[in-house]
Structure formats: structure tokens, C-alpha cells
């Protein structure tokens, strides 16, 4: 992706850093966080910022304080980039770094500690349990229509969605392919019928910004990591055709969810919208502490539609960093 604006980028930062781009790693959507890495990679050095990109291996700690960077962005998705572990590593080193913290990051990848977390302060969630997936063989856990996701992954890794015409079986078979062949646990919800909706929320000098409401409107099954990531399955409508209600909804949740969860530097927080319940059928499904920064992307995509280009996204999420590090 590089520098979208085209040539030299603008820098909206007083100076120039020595920033490692932290990409790839060994989670599931190692291919995705590449992306997002060289993207970012390639903006920050059209900012004028030395950078130093760095494929995760088990010897990241030992690499980092070779590069020796000023600050570390932070474009792992998944485990371990994204769930505290890597966080806990940079804080140990005292090396600055950008999105959220340790705390921050074991609450929102696990979603039902997530759901511990906002559900008390009005957000509204869907219902559900974790179970053990060898239970589903015995029984659903909740009646059908219901979801079933890992309690840990994002980019909806590992999601089936149960219904009476499923080919899972009744009660699910053991031989079906599908999430409980791959995760000891996984989260059951009811199913929520409707639309897609996700906002991207960015922190600024002068404080939280939600930048919109986009739609995702997919040309089959369900918004899966697929569709994601492959260009033609999913169509981005932008702002969404939605009541302004709704919209503001949107954007209310996604700031309040980043600042209850402790976010820093953007998030993105994906809903679900029963358009036949009105407010009420509006449900926030996660928050995404490390969203992704690939051309399919929906945080640059947002961004962009707000006059914000992509190498001024990523140097205002590496200046939030350095703010909550002290350094600027």
C-alpha cells in the first residue's frame, strides 16, 4: 500500500523518529499483519521517519534492542501481538510503543471478559456462554439460530454460525468442519439478523475522534475472515445508509467502549443491527484494540473519507504513543 497520498507525505509530527514497524508473527492472520506492516512501513518513510520493519520470530526481544527504535508500531494482529503478551515484552524493555497497553489488551481480545467490561456501563452486547466444544456434540448450548466463535481470535477467525439447515447436525457431529475441531472453548451467542456496521475511533491531541459508520455488505454467508481480506466479497458503503440515530449510536458506543477498555491510538468497534428493532436491535459484537491497516482496511478507509490520509493516520497513531510514553 506505502505512502496513498502519492510522493513525499507531509509530516504532521515535529520531527522525525527511528519507528520498528512489528509485523507478521506466527498468529493466524500473520498474512494480514504483513500487510498492514509494509502499508505502514512504506507511509511512515514517506513522512521522512527512518523505519525498520521486523518479521515477529522468537527472537523479537533480542531484535528490538538491537534496532534500538524510539518507538515500536505495533502491527501485529492476533496472539501474541495482540493480547498482552507482546505489550508486557516492550514494557519490560521501556520501549514506547503504539495501541493499547497489557491491561487493555487481555480484556478486548477475550470477549467475554470484554463483555464484563462494558456490559455493566450500558453497552449494549449480545447474550451467551462460553462453553466447552466437546459439549456441542452432547447439545446446543443456547437455542438456534447462534453463533459460535473462539473467545480469543479476531478478524472472525474460526466463526460458524448454527441454524436448524446447517450441515453441522442436530446436536453438531463431531466429524462437521468447524470451529470446536480447532478451540477447547469458544463463545455461543444468539444469532443477531440484520446488518453489519463498524466504527473506527482515533485518539487525537484534543481527544477521542469517531470517525464514522460504514456498512458491510457482503456477497454471500457471513462477514468471515475471507470476505475480509479478499478484495470483491465485501462491499464498503460509507457513510452508512443508516438513520442518523442509529449512526450516532454508533459512534457513542465505539468512543465509549475505547475509553472504558483503555484503548490508545485507534480502535475499531463492529456492531450488529436489527433494522426491524430500531435502537434497540443495535448490538456491539468486539472491539478491535489493533485494527487492521491493509488497503482492504477499514480504519484508513474511514479515515481517508474524513480528510485524513494514510500517512497522517499512522503518525497520529505513532503520536499518541509517544504522548502516553512521555516523550512528546
Known amino acids: 500500500m506505502g ?131 466437546a459439549e456441542l456434540f452432547d447439545g446446543d448450548p443456547i437455542a438456534r439460530p447462534y453463533v459460535l466463535k473462539p473467545v480469543n481470535e479476531g478478524s472472525s477467525v474460526g466463526v460458524a454460525i448454527v441454524t436448524d439447515e446447517s450441515n453441522y447436525g442436530n446436536p453438531i457431529s463431531r466429524d462437521a468442519t468447524g470451529p470446536w475441531q480447532q478451540f477447547e ?45 479478499t478484495d470483491g466479497r465485501t462491499t464498503h458503503v460509507f457513510p452508512a445508509d443508516i438513520p442518523e440515530n442509529i449512526a450516532a449510536l454508533c459512534r457513542h458506543h465505539a468512543e465509549q467502549a475505547h475509553r472504558i477498555l483503555g484503548c490508545r491510538g485507534a480502535s475499531r468497534t463492529d456492531f450488529r443491527w436489527d433494522d426491524e428493532q430500531g435502537e434497540a436491535g443495535l448490538f456491539v459484537l468486539e472491539t478491535n484494540t489493533q485494527p487492521g491497516m491493509t488497503p482492504l482496511s477499514l480504519v484508513p478507509e474511514q479515515a481517508k473519507h474524513c480528510g485524513i490520509e494514510y500517512p497522517a493516520l499512522c503518525e497520529m497513531i505513532v503520536a499518541d504513543a509517544l504522548r502516553h510514553f512521555g516523550t512528546i
Open 3 to 133: 505512502n496513498q497520498a502519492g510522493g513525499q507525505a507531509v509530516s504532521i509530527l515535529s520531527q522525525k523518529y527511528h519507528i520498528l514497524v512489528l509485523m507478521g508473527g506466527w498468529a493466524n492472520e500473520r498474512p494480514v499483519s504483513l500487510m498492514s506492516g509494509e502499508g505502514v512501513a512504506g507511509a511512515l518513510e514517506s513522512a521522512g521517519h527512518r523505519v525498520t520493519r521486523l518479521d515477529m520470530g522468537r527472537d523479537v526481544a533480542a531484535r528490538i534492542a538491537e534496532a534500538a527504535p524510539d518507538v515500536v508500531f505495533n502491527a501485529l494482529h492476533g496472539v501474541p501481538g495482540e493480547d498482552g503478551t507482546v505489550q508486557g515484552m516492550l514494557d519490560l524493555m521501556g520501549v514506547p510503543y503504539t495501541h493499547s497497553g497489557l491491561a487493555t489488551s487481555v480484556v478486548a481480545i477475550d470477549k467475554e471478559l470484554t463483555k464484563q467490561a462494558l456490559v455493566p456501563h450500558g453497552v449494549p452486547m449480545p447474550g451467551g456462554r462460553v462453553v466447552k466444544s
Open 185 to 229: 472453548q469458544l463463545l455461543a451467542e444468539p444469532y443477531i439478523r440484520g446488518r453489519e456496521l463498524t466504527t473506527a475511533v482515533i485518539a487525537t491531541e484534543d481527544g477521542l475522534r469517531a470517525l464514522g459508520v460504514t456498512e458491510l455488505i457482503i456477497d454471500s454467508g457471513f462477514y468471515d475472515f475471507e470476505h475480509k481480506y
